[in-house]
């Protein structure tokens, strides 16, 4: 059983940064591809970005190529999302994701899900 701890999210104003964090338990085999959704109310839930293990470059949805990074600690069991210029249509409750994925934009081919982290950004 994977589990999938989210830190991190908060209020920042626009143009500001905030690093999220999401702790994985559990055998790494259930977890070659680990995402970032994020889902805002009364929108569905929303690609971010994906890790796919033998892949050496993360994945990112055009909204935040360029603003996004996605890192990982395998040392720490640990990803990241490092958002920079933020802007309000950011916010959102950031997800983790595990699972296989082979199409790692789709939600419903992760089997694994955090609790989630609220991001605001608002001044």
């Known amino acids: 059983q994977v589990e999938l701890v989210e830190s991190g999210g908060g209020l920042v104003q626009p143009g500001g940064s905030l690093r999220l964090s999401c702790e994985a338990s559990?055998?790494?085999?259930?977890?070659?591809?680990m995402g970032w959704f994020r889902q805002a109310p009364g929108k569905e839930r929303e690609f971010v970005a994906a890790?796919?293990?033998?892949?050496?470059?993360?994945f990112y949805a055009d909204s935040v190529k360029g603003r996004f990074t996605m890192s990982r600690d395998n040392a720490k069991n640990t990803v990241f999302l490092q958002m920079n210029t933020l802007k309000p249509e950011d916010t959102a409750v950031y997800l983790c994701a595990a699972g296989n994925a082979p199409d790692y934009r789709l939600y419903g081919e992760y089997v694994y899900w955090g609790q989630g982290t609220q991001v605001t950004v608002s001044s």
């Open positions: 559990g055998p790494t085999f259930s977890r070659p591809t």
């Open positions: 890790l796919r293990r033998g892949f050496g470059s993360p």
